[in-house]
């Protein structure tokens, strides 16, 4: 089964920071690659995905990831970061079993908060 | 176009009490997923729709936990009884079709709390 690592569970920036927050995960195979975010009172929404190709993505608001495959990486980054980006912050990952779009794994998330 | 819709938004029931969670996908979306979300934990995956059959049921605690989606739309989540342990937030997920390419489209979830 596939699992996945979020390293830091709590970050705190001042505005203007960069930003990277790290995700491993483990699966032998093919996979498609998440990051979510959780704004505070608010659903689950996507910050940007991988499927295959450039391995550089970019995502809304600013946000963007690059998916090692050497190091089962997938790390979120961002320039520089705003008040507004506190939030919490979940890498997933679904397996390519073949039979569909499995559910996705999730890390334990990171609780990002920028201070102003 | 309208979200995933959950209700209700919160619950709170006593343990050993039944308690049933309603999600309304996007429409025209045939896969839907219920996950399960620990006080600081990411969402776990407890079973997968295609339609109204379900092709990934393994993560979920038969022996309290039941789920249905008649005509593959609208699903409802049911626990009976429910245990201390239960306390959490339930997640509904919709997405366009299963297949390897599309992204997940989540609701606002039920937080449930059992006394």
């Known amino acids: 089964a596939q699992s996945v690592s979020q390293h830091n569970h709590h970050v705190i920036l001042s505005e203007a920071a960069s930003l990277e927050l790290g995700c491993n995960y483990s699966y032998g195979g093919t996979v498609n690659l998440f990051w979510y975010v959780q704004y505070p009172g608010q659903h689950l929404q996507l910050l940007l995905k991988?499927?295959?190709?450039?391995?550089l993505v970019k995502g809304i608001k600013g946000f963007e990831a690059e998916f090692i495959k050497s190091k089962f990486s997938f790390n979120l980054r961002k320039p520089s970061v705003q008040w507004s980006d506190t939030a919490e912050y979940f890498c997933?990952?679904?397996?390519?079993?073949?039979?569909?779009?499995?559910?996705?794994?999730f890390g334990k998330g990171t609780h990002l908060i920028i201070q102003p | 176009e309208a979200g995933v819709v959950q209700s209700p938004r919160y619950k709170i029931i006593e343990k050993k009490q039944p308690v049933a969670f309603w999600c309304n996908p996007i429409?025209?979306?045939?896969?839907l997923y219920w996950y399960l979300q620990n006080l600081g934990q990411g969402p776990e995956l407890l079973i997968r729709?295609?339609?109204?059959?379900?092709?990934?049921d393994s993560q979920l605690p038969k022996d309290r936990f039941s789920a249905e989606r008649l005509k593959g739309v609208d699903s409802t989540l049911k626990i009976q009884p429910a245990e201390l342990g239960d306390s959490a937030v339930y997640l509904c997920?919709?997405?366009?079709?299963?297949?390897?390419?599309?992204?997940?489209?989540f609701g606002p979830g039920t937080r449930l709390t059992v006394l």
């Open positions: 997920a919709s997405s366009p079709r299963g297949d390897f390419y599309n992204e997940q489209f």
């Open positions: 991988y499927f295959s190709g450039d391995p």
């Open positions: 729709y295609e339609n109204e059959e379900a092709v990934d």
């Open positions: 429409s025209g979306h045939n896969t």
């Open positions: 997933a990952v679904t397996p390519y079993s073949g039979g569909g779009a499995d559910g996705l794994t």
